[in-house]
């Protein structure tokens, strides 16, 4: 069992920045990749970001891509997904995700542990 504690949410402006993190605890001794994903009110979860479990490989939503940055320091056990520019459509609950494989995934449907999600709210 892996357990995930998301941190580093809140209410910002149009353009500012958010760094969220993400600490796993618990079975943590094995290599997994993990990922963020968002949800925001009336629609369905959506992915992100993911990393492997290197750091080597990464993925991003095309919505996020040369804003948002994944990255994780596996000796503190922290996942992070720096945000920059941020826009009123990245209103969302955000949550991490681990899967029991090293490779990095886009699927949702590949993650076996999630957090408790962190509100990001960003005002026009």
């Known amino acids: 069992q892996v357990l995930l504690v998301e941190s580093g949410g809140g209410l910002v402006e149009a353009g500012a920045s958010l760094r969220l993190s993400c600490a796993a605890s618990?079975?943590?001794?094995?290599?997994?990749?993990m990922g963020w994903f968002r949800q925001a009110p009336g629609k369905e979860r959506q992915f992100v970001a993911a990393?492997?479990?290197?750091?080597?490989?990464?993925y991003y939503a095309d919505f996020v891509k040369g804003r948002f940055t994944i990255s994780r320091d596996n000796a503190k056990k922290i996942l992070f997904l720096q945000m920059n520019s941020l826009k009123p459509e990245d209103t969302a609950v955000y949550y991490c995700?681990?899967?029991?494989?090293?490779?990095?995934?886009?699927?949702?449907?590949?993650?076996?542990?999630w957090g408790q999600g962190t509100q990001v709210t960003v005002s026009s």
């Open positions: 618990g079975r943590t001794s094995s290599r997994y990749a």
């Open positions: 995700a681990a899967r029991s494989l090293p490779g990095a995934s886009v699927n949702i449907h590949e993650y076996n542990y």
């Open positions: 990393i492997s479990w290197s750091g080597g490989v990464t």
